[in-house]
């Protein structure tokens, strides 16, 4: 039995406050969810109760006795523990090195590299049938697609045996089979006596597998429901304050006039096998599936970052962009996924990376004012939240961050937009500027192909989906087909279907 | 797949690439020196690079753990100080072993500094250690001003004799290979060296240093101490540079208070040649070590060819840069045919 209970938790980075009045309460055998737009201090507060950061004011009980964790490695002991969403993996190391680092089993004083292994190969078998077969124990990390590196960041935590573990955005990069596999996991763990706080922005999520909420807006408490006798639109009040929750998108169709921005056949990449469809001005076509389905593999592709076959036409034109500075030229823009590692220059002022992608609009020396009113407009247009255009991207929220990241490139006003799941892990307020925004841009005539690991996104906002499976568009969903059902189905159903294509039955004829 | 786990292979065998260069430039040096593998030539040879080898397994671990100590030379200035200040002629062998383990504190207490600065005090460790390279030089010529001292011959002949082994005596084609018959010094140091290397390599400590230098942040959210393996290493290449000083006092008989100031850059050139990227968290010493015989190897070379004298550093540099460049041109290379795979195909 364990239970955990934060009061009036204060955390203050110099001037700014953190975490105001963080209140958490969990015990053996409960699913609690940390809830709250980016900024309202859920992070800290796991932060605080995992001994990665010291709290300035308020007390941590544990097992009714006051604590306090100097070090990540203090909590561990008192069996506590993270899956962090900033992901805390070794990528030079393989999966069992990084899954047992500072607990390795030992042996004469050296590692035990096969029980070593064979611990993992029990904790990988846990995903068995949502991960890929060829992931073993001596896989290096820096392999591993992101999806997976997170699963092997759950076994991490799992792995020490904890009493209380805290999932701070965990399900972010998987698909549904791995969410799924997760929570029925997250049931038995909880069978187990385990604690668990789960810290996510999928509401589906938190309806699934959490017994309580708390929720935290401005990095204060504003209070705890059972999730069984609350709706979902209650929670998102909660959590915004007064605002209504995000209206669906109406749909209105792209007149069958438009003209074609994008006409892409027979795209074939490493994980691409022949993609072809068509994109109109003014279109917002969805990208759909499972993750790593060859999403993103299309996106770079059309970019020029990744070498392909096939035939490219941009309004019309056949074009072979080798490198994306050729793409940039034809107008065409890349909004990356992960936004700490290919969209920004995290420690360089917003300005500078507002100015980036334009450098050579304002012309030798830089015509700095020009280059700062631009910034200012975008950035007031996107409603950035910051001190100023000089403080540093890192000091924003994961939201406003990627404002930034999209508005370097609504500078160069692009004909064709391609998003590569540019919502992830941002917070239900600025998602809901970011859907404007959007149609905004449609309005404006711009393409756009948007890929998103969030299903609600493409039901409410596409005019297309095109889902995707191991390589191939499984589905093209229109109009009133593009459903939650037929979206699931595409996804899932392809994979069936795929098991037994006509084509391949040769492969594993059974001898008759 | 093969091809996958052939590359893995590649990736996690950092010192691939520096065992062909080394059997490479091996190679072109016996074309030109065909006495090279007698055993009084290779003892030469290899006594000469001892000290650099130490210093470099130093410099490795440091880069490992995410750091680099610019002050290695100027330690093994101070260490070869001390050497000849505290060792006489006179000096009994008790007396000898005595002080030989205090400049080893010595080295690890000047490891210590550097580590308190960069791990506690949160300093840059180039320009750390790039100045606290001048408060051992400064002591190294407080201590000894002028180039001097004087080692027991016994010490010396130590180091430069060859040790007679009779232990495959009875094996024919094996006891026909001189060098298997005396083998120098030298080569016991690195075979030990290697072989303690071998051992700690599967414990926490090494595993620990490994993850520190390539993600601290995770390493320390893992909950490693982070800050006291980084320590660590600056106190093992201090041991080290004591180490390497006494190898280069017994190799030269005396000292100076310059002795290992030329050191530092090669030790640095070394384990990146030995395949160990400068951003951390990966590589080996064995790596370094032929890295070091590389950069000796290339400099006999030089010296058979005949290169004017004054423009000797020129080619050095030249051929340095190159083999440094190596690891990163196969890759650049294999790109551009994969990329031209590709794109042949839309063509044809």
């Given at each position: 039995m364990v239970t955990l209970s934060a009061q009036h938790l204060v955390k203050r980075y110099g001037g700014v406050v953190a975490l105001a009045d963080g209140n958490l309460e969990v015990q053996s055998g409960q699913v609690v969810a940390l809830l709250g737009a980016n900024g309202s201090g859920k992070s800290t507060l796991s932060k605080i109760v995992t001994g990665v950061v010291a709290p300035n004011e308020g007390q941590l009980l544990l097992d009714g006795q006051a604590t306090s964790f100097a070090s990540p490695l203090v909590a561990r002991r008192a069996g506590i523990t993270a899956v962090y969403q900033e992901l805390s993996l070794v990528?030079?190391?393989?999966i069992s090195e990084n899954i047992w680092l500072s607990h390795e089993p030992m042996r004469l004083g050296r590692i035990n590299r096969k029980a070593m292994q064979q611990r993992t190969q029990a904790l990988l078998d846990l995903f068995q049938g949502t991960?890929?077969?060829?992931?073993?124990?001596?896989?290096?990390?820096?392999?591993?697609h992101p999806d997976e590196r997170q699963i092997v960041e759950i076994l991490k935590a799992i792995s020490q045996d904890p009493r209380l573990v805290i999932f701070d955005e965990a399900t972010a990069s998987l698909d549904s089979s791995q969410v799924t596999r997760l929570f029925e996991l997250i049931n038995r763990w909880k069978g187990e006596g385990m604690a668990i706080v789960f810290v996510s922005h999928r509401m589906d999520e938190i309806f699934r597998v959490a017994d309580t909420a708390t929720v935290l807006r401005n990095g204060s408490h504003v209070g705890t429901v059972d999730i069984a006798e609350t709706s979902e639109r209650q929670l998102v009040q909660m959590m915004i304050e007064g605002a209504t929750a995000m209206e669906r998108e109406a749909r209105e169709p792209v007149a069958a006039s438009a003209p074609i921005r994008l006409h892409v056949s027979d795209l074939t990449t490493e994980q691409l096998r022949g993609v072809s469809f068509e994109l109109r001005d003014g279109e917002l076509l969805g990208i759909g599936g499972l993750q790593g389905q060859g999403q993103s593999d299309l996106l770079l592709a059309i970019f020029g970052a990744i070498p392909f076959q096939g035939r490219l036409a941009l309004g019309g034109k056949e074009v072979h962009f080798s490198h994306p500075q050729q793409a940039m030229k034809q107008d065409v823009a890349f909004v990356p996924g992960d936004r700490g590692n290919e969209g920004l220059l995290l420690i360089r002022s917003i300005l500078d990376n507002l100015m980036l992608p334009s450098l050579r609009e304002y012309g030798v020396p830089l015509r700095m004012q020009r280059a700062r009113a631009q910034a200012g407009d975008v950035s007031d247009d996107l409603n950035v939240i910051m001190s100023s255009l000089d403080a540093p991207v890192n000091s924003l929220s994961g939201g406003n961050a990627q404002k930034v990241v999209i508005g370097k490139w609504l500078l160069r006003d692009p004909k064709l937009l391609l998003l590569n799941d540019p919502t992830k892990g941002v917070d239900v307020g600025a998602k809901g500027e970011f859907y404007s925004l959007l149609s905004n841009l449609r309005q404006q005539g711009t393409a756009i192909l948007f890929y998103s690991s969030d299903d609600e996104e493409l039901l409410g906002l596409c005019d297309r989906v095109l889902v995707m499976h191991d390589g191939r568009i499984s589905a093209e969903l229109a109009g009133e087909n593009v459903t939650r059902e037929n979206l699931v189905s595409a996804s899932m159903g392809a994979a069936h279907h795929e098991a037994k294509p006509p084509g391949a039955s040769q492969h594993e004829e059974p001898t008759a | 797949m093969n091809q996958a786990k052939f590359r893995r292979f590649l990736a996690r065998n950092s010192y691939l690439f520096a065992l062909l260069l080394l059997v490479v430039v091996v190679l072109i040096n016996y074309s030109r020196q065909d006495n090279l593998f007698e055993p009084s030539v290779l003892n030469r040879n290899i006594r000469v690079f001892l000290p650099l080898v130490i210093l470099a397994a130093g410099q490795a671990i440091v880069i490992i753990g995410g750091g680099i100590d610019l002050s290695v030379g100027a330690m093994v200035s101070l260490c070869n100080a001390l050497l000849v200040t505290w060792i006489t002629p006179e000096t009994a062998g008790g007396d000898i072993l005595l002080a030989i383990t205090l400049v080893a504190l010595v080295g690890m207490a000047a490891g210590l500094l550097n580590g308190i600065a960069v791990a506690y005090l949160r300093l840059q460790p180039i320009v750390t250690t790039y100045a606290t390279s001048f408060i051992f030089a400064g002591l190294a010529l407080t201590i000894l001003p002028r180039p001097g001292g004087e080692l027991p011959r016994d010490m010396t002949r130590l180091y430069r004799r060859l040790i007679e082994v009779d232990a495959f005596g009875n094996i024919p084609i094996i006891q026909d290979i001189p060098i298997l018959r005396e083998i120098p010094p030298a080569f016991i140091v690195i075979a030990i060296v290697l072989l303690l290397w071998a051992f700690v390599r599967q414990t926490r400590l090494v595993q620990y240093i490994y993850a520190a230098g390539d993600n601290a942040e995770a390493a320390y959210t893992t909950g490693i101490p982070v800050q006291r393996i980084r320590l660590g290493t600056y106190v093992i290449s201090g041991f080290f540079s004591a180490m390497a000083a006494l190898a280069l006092t017994m190799s030269l008989g005396s000292g100076s208070p310059t002795s290992g100031d030329a050191m530092t850059l090669d030790s640095i050139v070394a384990v990146v040649l030995g395949?160990?990227?400068?951003?951390?968290?990966q590589g080996g010493i064995a790596g370094a070590m032929m890295g070091v015989v590389i950069l000796g190897v290339i400099r006999n070379i030089i010296s058979f060819y005949d290169v004017p004298t004054w423009s000797q550093t020129l080619v050095d540099a030249l051929i340095i840069l190159i083999a440094l460049a190596g690891p990163g041109l196969v890759r650049y290379i294999s790109d551009l045919i994969r990329r031209y795979r590709l794109q042949g195909g839309r063509a044809a």
């Amino acid at each position: 039995m364990v239970t955990l209970s934060a009061q009036h938790l204060v955390k203050r980075y110099g001037g700014v406050v953190a975490l105001a009045d963080g209140n958490l309460e969990v015990q053996s055998g409960q699913v609690v969810a940390l809830l709250g737009a980016n900024g309202s201090g859920k992070s800290t507060l796991s932060k605080i109760v995992t001994g990665v950061v010291a709290p300035n004011e308020g007390q941590l009980l544990l097992d009714g006795q006051a604590t306090s964790f100097a070090s990540p490695l203090v909590a561990r002991r008192a069996g506590i523990t993270a899956v962090y969403q900033e992901l805390s993996l070794v990528p030079e190391m393989t999966i069992s090195e990084n899954i047992w680092l500072s607990h390795e089993p030992m042996r004469l004083g050296r590692i035990n590299r096969k029980a070593m292994q064979q611990r993992t190969q029990a904790l990988l078998d846990l995903f068995q049938g949502t991960i890929p077969a060829s992931l073993i124990p001596t896989t290096p990390v820096y392999n591993l697609h992101p999806d997976e590196r997170q699963i092997v960041e759950i076994l991490k935590a799992i792995s020490q045996d904890p009493r209380l573990v805290i999932f701070d955005e965990a399900t972010a990069s998987l698909d549904s089979s791995q969410v799924t596999r997760l929570f029925e996991l997250i049931n038995r763990w909880k069978g187990e006596g385990m604690a668990i706080v789960f810290v996510s922005h999928r509401m589906d999520e938190i309806f699934r597998v959490a017994d309580t909420a708390t929720v935290l807006r401005n990095g204060s408490h504003v209070g705890t429901v059972d999730i069984a006798e609350t709706s979902e639109r209650q929670l998102v009040q909660m959590m915004i304050e007064g605002a209504t929750a995000m209206e669906r998108e109406a749909r209105e169709p792209v007149a069958a006039s438009a003209p074609i921005r994008l006409h892409v056949s027979d795209l074939t990449t490493e994980q691409l096998r022949g993609v072809s469809f068509e994109l109109r001005d003014g279109e917002l076509l969805g990208i759909g599936g499972l993750q790593g389905q060859g999403q993103s593999d299309l996106l770079l592709a059309i970019f020029g970052a990744i070498p392909f076959q096939g035939r490219l036409a941009l309004g019309g034109k056949e074009v072979h962009f080798s490198h994306p500075q050729q793409a940039m030229k034809q107008d065409v823009a890349f909004v990356p996924g992960d936004r700490g590692n290919e969209g920004l220059l995290l420690i360089r002022s917003i300005l500078d990376n507002l100015m980036l992608p334009s450098l050579r609009e304002y012309g030798v020396p830089l015509r700095m004012q020009r280059a700062r009113a631009q910034a200012g407009d975008v950035s007031d247009d996107l409603n950035v939240i910051m001190s100023s255009l000089d403080a540093p991207v890192n000091s924003l929220s994961g939201g406003n961050a990627q404002k930034v990241v999209i508005g370097k490139w609504l500078l160069r006003d692009p004909k064709l937009l391609l998003l590569n799941d540019p919502t992830k892990g941002v917070d239900v307020g600025a998602k809901g500027e970011f859907y404007s925004l959007l149609s905004n841009l449609r309005q404006q005539g711009t393409a756009i192909l948007f890929y998103s690991s969030d299903d609600e996104e493409l039901l409410g906002l596409c005019d297309r989906v095109l889902v995707m499976h191991d390589g191939r568009i499984s589905a093209e969903l229109a109009g009133e087909n593009v459903t939650r059902e037929n979206l699931v189905s595409a996804s899932m159903g392809a994979a069936h279907h795929e098991a037994k294509p006509p084509g391949a039955s040769q492969h594993e004829e059974p001898t008759a | 797949m093969n091809q996958a786990k052939f590359r893995r292979f590649l990736a996690r065998n950092s010192y691939l690439f520096a065992l062909l260069l080394l059997v490479v430039v091996v190679l072109i040096n016996y074309s030109r020196q065909d006495n090279l593998f007698e055993p009084s030539v290779l003892n030469r040879n290899i006594r000469v690079f001892l000290p650099l080898v130490i210093l470099a397994a130093g410099q490795a671990i440091v880069i490992i753990g995410g750091g680099i100590d610019l002050s290695v030379g100027a330690m093994v200035s101070l260490c070869n100080a001390l050497l000849v200040t505290w060792i006489t002629p006179e000096t009994a062998g008790g007396d000898i072993l005595l002080a030989i383990t205090l400049v080893a504190l010595v080295g690890m207490a000047a490891g210590l500094l550097n580590g308190i600065a960069v791990a506690y005090l949160r300093l840059q460790p180039i320009v750390t250690t790039y100045a606290t390279s001048f408060i051992f030089a400064g002591l190294a010529l407080t201590i000894l001003p002028r180039p001097g001292g004087e080692l027991p011959r016994d010490m010396t002949r130590l180091y430069r004799r060859l040790i007679e082994v009779d232990a495959f005596g009875n094996i024919p084609i094996i006891q026909d290979i001189p060098i298997l018959r005396e083998i120098p010094p030298a080569f016991i140091v690195i075979a030990i060296v290697l072989l303690l290397w071998a051992f700690v390599r599967q414990t926490r400590l090494v595993q620990y240093i490994y993850a520190a230098g390539d993600n601290a942040e995770a390493a320390y959210t893992t909950g490693i101490p982070v800050q006291r393996i980084r320590l660590g290493t600056y106190v093992i290449s201090g041991f080290f540079s004591a180490m390497a000083a006494l190898a280069l006092t017994m190799s030269l008989g005396s000292g100076s208070p310059t002795s290992g100031d030329a050191m530092t850059l090669d030790s640095i050139v070394a384990v990146v040649l030995g395949g160990t990227r400068l951003r951390g968290g990966q590589g080996g010493i064995a790596g370094a070590m032929m890295g070091v015989v590389i950069l000796g190897v290339i400099r006999n070379i030089i010296s058979f060819y005949d290169v004017p004298t004054w423009s000797q550093t020129l080619v050095d540099a030249l051929i340095i840069l190159i083999a440094l460049a190596g690891p990163g041109l196969v890759r650049y290379i294999s790109d551009l045919i994969r990329r031209y795979r590709l794109q042949g195909g839309r063509a044809a």
